[in-house]
């Protein structure tokens, strides 16, 4: 097994992030979303903060959990987006906003997670080694 090739994609534009496809003419631009990054590990700690103590009685209501989940993803990924709407309006990019619908919108949030979070999203055409 190569690991490089199973496992490497271009730091770069994982940091910059890639336009996502979303529908026929949507997109949003992520940066690649690895949840035991350091990065994702101190919006977490700030995130949850107020919340440790129902989280070590694991007594957070799962609607909480979700949100901070969510906000943690849109802070750390989402960059912008275009042409996203809702019942044919265009609905400008803000974090506020990213994070409403994908509250409102479980599946989106799980299309655009999933894609975030697989390293071939941020792989050059050729095999990358670095």
């Not at 999933?114 to 941020?122: R, S």
Request: charged share 30%; with cysteine.
């Amino acid at each position: 097994m190569e690991v490089s090739k199973l496992y490497g994609y271009n730091k770069q534009k994982a940091e910059e992030g890639v336009w996502i496809e979303c529908g026929d003419d949507g997109a949003i631009l992520c940066r690649y979303y690895n949840p035991q990054s350091p990065r994702v590990s101190a919006v977490a700690a700030r995130r949850t903060k107020k919340f440790r103590a129902l989280i070590n009685a694991k007594a957070l209501p799962p609607e909480k959990d979700r949100e901070i989940a969510i906000g943690i993803f849109v802070e750390c990924a989402v960059i912008n987006w275009r042409n996203i709407k809702v019942n044919g309006e265009e609905v400008p990019f803000t974090a506020e906003n990213a994070e409403k619908l994908f509250h409102d919108w479980p599946e989106f949030h799980l299309d655009v997670a999933t894609q975030a979070m697989d390293m071939k999203t941020f792989r050059d055409d050729e095999d990358v080694k670095n």
